[in-house]
């Protein structure tokens, strides 16, 4: 019987969705291999394998022969993978190809420019053909140190007659610098009048534009790997395991079922499992959502993730770790991360058709002429002229430079961009899902009613707060936040006593005061508690009795962000749909929805249960938001089509988001919407004028009416235009 496992592959050279699919087409020719699923942002091949049949050398020759690398022969579980924080050096790498281009670029773009002046070159002294020498090695020089994989990448995609954006910078690239050392060393092979002018800036330039936006997207693809670097060290790497009477320190990839745990106050939980002693509460709002921190004794579950805050527990482990909660959180953020294919794939797909109709249209031209003239200078001229006016240069900035004046514009508004996607995609967006704590509502807690039984409110408050001081839970001090419109004369607390996860017993000048939750004095009341809570319909319920009488009931709620309603009003009149997902419970989630405005909502729901809802929308060809907060929102951060994170969310969220909301203000999403409407415009304006000038200009230089100055000189018309456009997306910001 055969035995199927899943192994990973580090696989480099990837650059674009097309990519991806060469690699899973080539992979999935392997014998022994039953799925192959692809990550262009970890850059890793994820495969389903029979280990009976399975080849590594056959895969890795597959890949090399499909022009990629394999950098890494590991058959790597992913279990034991999860949690590997290794740094990714990648964008060190992008940044040191762009800074040496840079050092070659600026020389040769300022002597170059400075040749086409008769002055200059007097002043200068040296022989015209000199200077020509001097370029041509410092861009020979850039092509080799940094630029030669474009051109090694499109040497393989010929082979198998490939296209993509590699061939565009190649094939422009190329030709510049191949005309431009025709022009230093075999200038009689020109008309004389085009033996003056060398083109080696053109070549260079684009080279480190392009560079410059290969370090950009490496840096982006870095964040989204740290994020789940950053998610790891939550993780406590060495676990307290109860053996008989005496304690041990284990790693968690040791430990077992049915261990039993020690986790003390302000502990994060290393693994899932189930207490068997002590009492406590515990904050599981990172892997839940749920503001209020849980109680915890013999019996109840919790969570790998969370945080114990002041009691004392022991519980038996039930899973291991990597598959505890915040592993399944690793291994969800994982598989959603990739590309979600917008409109950058345009320019592989127009590259894939462009390509060969301009090298067609450049090889005919050339045929035609020489044997037309017989003079193999016209041919030439002819050739190069096609292969310079179809230089990529305005295609290659038709996209970035309007993405990155829109993400210009938005950062000073407060909303930090790191995905060009997401500005693409967000105009289109069609239903919004919103995490409700931390994101529609803010991570205070205020009061929202209050019932008194037989003292006046300032009068309870005083006896209250002195004792309410002395606690840190977040239900105090929401309650002391209350206080504070009233001019109270506090008492002197004489003794206190906290009940970890049940409230807290006081003697405040002669009078016993408790205040705590329904289970803490429902044994004392509970005839008035049940008759009271049967009219609640709050997140949280704080009785206060006051020498063993009930004076007041608090009902304390989240606090909604002011702005919410109104952001979800104003998206349901632009045909947005909302939608919040929540794991805190149905109540507080429905008197939130209520408030807001929201219709559609779901409760209770762990990240995986997030997670599948989006798929399912997805699915059915809606391009959907997600805007969270908290870890547990980090994959559907990730898996949307546009994730945005609050500014004052977790590490983990604001990692995982391609969208940052700075200053926590939802009025920045309607903002955000516009400024993406106004990019997708303007980029489709720039593909328009990022051809207009190939598809008057190749057909003139075809035909002989348009030599290679003006071929070069219309090349750049087309960058400004395209530059000129993407500076309009500033306007009215």
């Known amino acids: 019987m055969s035995k199927v496992q899943t192994v990973t592959l580090k696989i480099d050279g ?8 060469r690699v899973e087409k080539a992979i999935s020719k392997a014998q022994g291999v039953k799925n192959v699923s692809i990550n262009l942002v970890s850059e890793k091949a994820t495969l389903s394998i029979d280990k009976d049949n399975y080849n590594f050398e056959e895969v890795k020759k597959l890949i090399e022969d499909a022009g990629y690398e394999v950098k890494s022969s590991e058959n790597e579980s992913i279990t034991k993978a999860l949690f590997s924080s290794k740094a990714n050096t990648k964008p060190d790498k992008a940044k040191n190809e762009f800074i040496t281009s840079l050092v070659f670029t600026i020389p040769v773009f300022i002597l170059n420019m400075a040749m086409m002046s008769d002055s200059f070159i007097n002043r200068l002294g040296l022989p015209h053909n000199f200077t020509n020498i001097f370029l041509f090695v410092l861009t020979f ?14 040497a393989k995609n010929l082979s198998h007659l490939r296209f993509d954006m590699n061939s565009l910078i190649s094939i422009g690239t190329g030709s510049a610098f191949l005309f431009s050392a025709i022009v230093t060393f075999f200038p009689s092979l020109l008309p004389e009048n085009l033996q003056k002018h060398v083109y080696y800036d053109t070549t260079a330039v684009i080279i480190s534009l392009i560079l410059l936006g290969r370090w950009l ?13 950053e998610l790891v060290k939550i993780q406590p790497q060495k676990a307290l395991v109860k053996v008989g009477n005496t304690e041990i320190e284990k ?16 502990q994060n939980i290393p693994t899932d499992g189930i207490v068997v002693e002590g009492f406590s509460t515990v904050d599981e709002s990172i892997v839940t959502g749920e503001s209020i921190p849980v109680e915890k004794s013999a019996g109840s579950k919790v969570k790998s993730g969370s945080v114990n805050k002041t009691g004392y527990i022991e519980y038996r482990v039930t899973t291991s770790a990597s598959n505890s909660t915040l592993g399944q959180i690793i291994r969800l953020m994982e598989q959603s991360q990739g590309v979600k294919a917008p409109i950058q794939k345009t320019a592989d797909k127009i590259a894939s058709v462009f390509v060969p109709i301009v090298i067609s249209i450049a090889i005919i031209s050339f045929i035609v002429w020489y044997f037309t003239s017989y003079k193999l200078d016209i041919a030439l001229v002819n050739f190069i002229s096609v292969l310079i006016i179809a230089c990529p240069c305005a295609l290659g900035l038709a996209i970035p430079t309007a993405l990155i004046v829109g993400i210009g514009g938005a950062a000073k508004k407060g909303i930090l961009i790191r995905d060009g996607n997401s500005l693409e995609l967000f105009h289109k967006v069609s239903t919004i899902f919103f995490d409700k704590t931390g994101t529609l509502t803010s991570n205070k807690l205020k009061v929202e009613s209050y019932k008194l039984f037989n003292l006046d409110i300032k009068t309870l408050l005083e006896y209250v707060i002195p004792a309410e001081k002395k606690s840190e839970h977040p239900v105090a001090q929401a309650i002391i936040s209350f206080s504070k419109s009233f001019n109270l004369n506090e ?44 009219n609640i319909d709050s997140q949280s319920e704080v009785y206060v009795l006051i020498d063993k009488k009930l004076e007041a009931v608090f009902t304390i709620s989240e606090e909604i962000k002011p702005e919410a309603s109104e952001i979800i009003r104003k998206f349901s009149e632009l045909g947005v749909k909302s939608f919040i997902l929540s794991g805190d419970k149905i109540e507080q989630t429905k008197r939130i929805a209520e408030k807001c405005g929201v219709t559609a909502f779901e409760s209770e729901l762990l990240p995986e249960d997030k997670l599948n809802i989006i798929k399912k929308f997805q699915a059915k060809g809606e391009i959907v938001a997600f805007i969270g907060d908290g870890i547990n929102d ?4 990730t898996q949307a089509d546009v994730g945005i994170a609050m500014g004052s969310g977790t590490d983990i969220a604001i990692l995982s988001g391609s969208v940052i909301l700075l200053n926590d203000n939802l009025n920045n999403i309607l903002l955000f919407k516009k400024i993406s409407k106004k990019v997708d415009t303007a980029i489709k304006q720039n593909l328009f004028w990022a051809f207009i000038y190939n598809v008057i200009g190749i057909p003139l230089a075809a035909f002989g009416l348009l030599n290679p100055i003006f071929a070069a000189f219309a090349m750049s018309m ?11 997306v500033k306007k009215n910001l």
């Not at 020089?141 to 030669?148: C, D, E, H, P, V």
Request: glycine letters at 6%; proline letters at 2%; hydrophobic letters at 40%.
């Open 141 to 154: 020089l850039l092509i080799i140190l940094s630029g030669r994989k474009f051109y090694i990448q499109f």
């Open 251 to 266: 790693h968690i990839d040791d430990l077992r079922t049915n261990d039993i745990i020690i986790i003390k106050p302000g």
């Open 491 to 534: 008492k002197v607390v004489e003794q206190f006593d906290s009940k970890t996860g049940l409230g807290i017993e006081a003697v405040v000048e002669g009078k016993e005061v408790v205040i705590g939750n329904r289970n803490f004095l429902k044994s004392k009341f509970e005839k008035e508690i049940d008759l009271f809570s049967g």
């Open 217 to 229: 997207e490496s840096k982006a693809k870095f964040r989204t790997n740290e994020a789940i670097n």
């Open 634 to 637: 980090a994959p559907s951060i």
């Open 718 to 728: 087309s960058s400004v235009s395209v530059i000129s456009n993407s500076l309009r």
């Open 14 to 21: 990837m650059t674009c969705a097309s990519c991806v699919t």
